[in-house]
């Protein structure tokens, strides 16, 4: 991902999915902008993409018409994320969306970059919020 930055990477999933047309099912996602970008890429993506895996974030692009599973995990300890635009972008969601808070969980700790300025103070290490969230993740994508 060029700096390490989705907003500068968008379409770079296409590579993998093509890359391997032996896996059946793709679900894309991301945290904070990059949740975004991930949902940027799954309305121009519908027939390869399955799911959508938003990590503190939400879809600026209108998806609600799409065939497309949805799951939301926010914290409840987060303070970067403007809880005014994620319940403003809600409606760009395609109904039956799944929607999950960590709680104790901060913005920082979906990640492993360390503190973030700006955000509450988790009261989960980020291994427990992280392995809180692989397990969601891995439950939604299982179920068909």
Same mark, same amino acid.
């Given at each position: 991902?060029?700096?390490? /930055?989705?907003? %500068?990477?968008?379409?770079?999933?296409?590579?993998?999915?093509?890359?391997?047309?032996?896996?059946?099912?793709?679900?894309?996602?991301?945290? !904070?902008?990059?949740?975004?970008?991930?949902?940027?890429?799954?309305?121009?993506?519908?027939?390869?993409?399955?799911?959508?895996?938003?990590?503190?974030?939400?879809?600026?692009?209108?998806? !609600?018409?799409?065939?497309?599973?949805?799951?939301?995990? #926010?914290?409840?300890?987060?303070?970067?994320?403007?809880?005014?635009?994620?319940?403003?972008?809600? #409606?760009? /969601?395609?109904?039956?969306? #799944?929607? /999950?808070?960590?709680?104790?969980?901060?913005?920082?700790?979906?990640? !492993?970059?360390?503190?973030?300025?700006?955000?509450?103070?988790?009261?989960?290490?980020?291994?427990?919020?992280?392995?809180?969230?692989?397990?969601?993740?891995?439950? %939604?994508?299982?179920?068909?």
């Amino acid at each position: 991902m060029p700096f390490n /930055l989705a907003v %500068f990477g968008i379409d770079r999933a296409e590579r993998f999915i093509t890359a391997h047309p032996e896996i059946e099912h793709w679900y894309v996602g991301g945290h !904070s902008l990059g949740g975004s970008m991930a949902a940027g890429f799954a309305a121009k993506h519908v027939p390869m993409v399955d799911g959508l895996v938003l990590l503190a974030s939400y879809a600026v692009d209108d998806i !609600s018409s799409l065939p497309l599973k949805v799951l939301s995990i #926010t914290a409840g300890n987060d303070t970067v994320l403007s809880r005014e635009s994620y319940e403003k972008y809600k #409606t760009n /969601l395609p109904e039956g969306v #799944t929607e /999950l808070v960590i709680e104790g969980g901060n913005h920082a700790g979906f990640a !492993s970059y360390g503190a973030q300025k700006g955000d509450g103070t988790a009261t989960l290490t980020a291994a427990e919020q992280q392995a809180a969230v692989a397990e969601a993740v891995a439950v %939604f994508c299982l179920e068909r």
